[in-house]
C-alpha cells in the first residue's frame, strides 16, 4: 500500500512564498508521475502541478499557476516539492500529492490579502 505524506502547507500573506513536501513510501520504484492538486472550499479538486517519474525534467501547470508554482521531485523519485511564489488569496485551498492511484492526506494553504 502506497501512502503519501504532505507537509509544508501553512498561513502566509499575499506574494509571500511556501514549499510543499509529498513524501511516499511504500513503494520502491519512482517511476510514476507525481502531481499536485487543490481543492478550494466549495470548489472542485484543481489539478495544479505534475511531474514525470522517469523524465523528471518533463512538468506540466495549471493555467492558474503558471510562472508562479514550481515542481520537483528528489533522485529517488520518493519525494515531489512543490514551490509557491507569488501566493494570491485565490490560492487559498487543500493542496493534495497523487501518486498514480494514491493521494495524501492533504495540507492547507492559506493566503490572506
Known amino acids: 500500500q502506497v501512502q503519501l505524506v504532505e507537509s509544508g502547507g501553512g498561513s502566509v500573506q499575499a506574494g509571500s512564498s511556501l514549499t510543499l513536501t509529498c513524501t511516499a513510501s511504500?513503494?520502491?520504484?519512482?517511476?510514476?508521475?507525481m502531481a499536485w492538486y487543490r481543492q478550494a472550499p466549495g470548489k472542485e479538486r484543481e489539478f495544479v502541478a505534475a511531474?514525470?517519474?522517469?523524465?523528471?525534467?518533463?512538468?506540466e501547470y495549471g493555467d492558474s499557476v503558471k510562472g508562479r508554482f514550481t515542481i520537483s521531485r528528489d533522485n529517488t523519485g520518493m519525494t515531489a516539492y512543490l514551490q509557491m511564489n507569488s501566493l494570491k488569496p485565490d490560492d487559498t485551498a487543500i493542496y493534495y500529492c497523487r501518486d498514480n492511484a494514491y493521494w495524501g492526506q492533504g495540507t492547507q494553504v492559506t493566503v490572506s490579502s
Open positions: 511531474v514525470q517519474g522517469r523524465r523528471r525534467n518533463v512538468t
Open positions: 511504500g513503494r520502491t520504484a519512482g517511476s510514476y508521475t
